[in-house]
T-cell receptor, first 114, second 115 residues
Framework: DTAVSQTPKYLVTQMGNDKSIKCEQN?????MYWYKQDSKKFLKIMFS???????INETVPNRFSPKSPDKAHLNLHINSLELGDSAVYFC?????????????FGAGTRLSVL | AQTVTQSQPEMSVQEAETVTLSCTYD???????LFWYKQPPSRQMILVIR????KQQNATENRFSVNFQKAAKSFSLKISDSQLGDAAMYFC????????????WGAGTKLIIKP
């Protein structure tokens, strides 16, 4: 059973489109994250939710909107996609409080904007 | 603000040999946690090893061990008896007790294993 699952794994779309990436974890964790990994492999935190509440909201364009319908799900919606949005997006989860706890990652979604 | 530096963009090692990946960090805190994650070509991020700053003993997981030097703010990863399956990007990460437990990531080191 996959602990943190993201769908889709690959997403190819045109500039200007709106797309969503879904994430679900079956670990019973309270905290979930979205990361963006650029072409140079640098990982950047985008958002974090703890029990459906937004706790980290880094400086990302407001075209990116996370939604957490319940603590097991954290979806990422992107409006008006741009070429620079092409990257791999990772979802992760961890128990709360999570100081020493491990973050478990999904397999990533490779987004290609043409 | 805390930062994590991995000064080796790429390292290579002969299969069955030992390799050490370096990581340094900057913080003014005394309580924190350090992690090494591995990202193979499959893209999956996998935890390799974790170290609590209050523990003096270096963490060890099978062939993976760390050299944690708190005063020097250094956290290197040693891989013994390197195997082909160890080929991956390795990321060092730092987390403090506050800041919403956000992980601060290094830029990564690509490890190549030569058969």
């Amino acid at each position: 059973d996959t602990a943190v699952s993201q769908t889709p794994k690959y997403l190819v779309t045109q500039m200007g489109n709106d797309k969503s990436i879904k994430c679900e974890q079956n670990l019973g964790h309270d905290t979930m994250y979205w990361y963006k990994q650029d072409s140079k492999k640098f990982l950047k935190i985008m958002f974090s939710y703890n029990n459906k509440e937004l706790i980290i909201n880094e400086t990302v364009p407001n075209r990116f909107s996370p939604k957490s319908p319940d603590k097991a799900h954290l979806n990422l919606h992107i409006n008006s996609l741009e070429l620079g949005d092409s990257a791999v997006y990772f979802c992760a989860s961890t128990p709360w409080p999570s100081g020493k706890n491990i973050q478990y990652f999904g397999a990533g979604t490779r987004l290609s904007v043409l | 603000a805390q930062t994590v530096t991995q000064s080796q963009p790429e390292m290579s090692v002969q299969e069955a040999e030992t390799v050490t990946l370096s990581c340094t960090y900057d913080t003014s805190e005394s309580d924190y946690y350090l992690f090494w994650y591995k990202q193979p070509p499959s893209r999956q991020m996998i935890l390799v090893i974790r170290q609590e700053a209050y523990k003096q003993q270096n963490a060890t997981e099978n062939r993976f061990s760390v050299n944690f030097q708190k005063a020097a703010k250094s956290f290197s990863l040693k891989i013994s008896d390197s195997q082909l399956g160890d080929a991956a990007m390795y990321f060092c990460a730092y987390r403090s007790e506050d800041s919403n437990y956000q992980l601060i990531w290094g830029a990564g080191t690509k490890l190549i294993i030569k058969p």
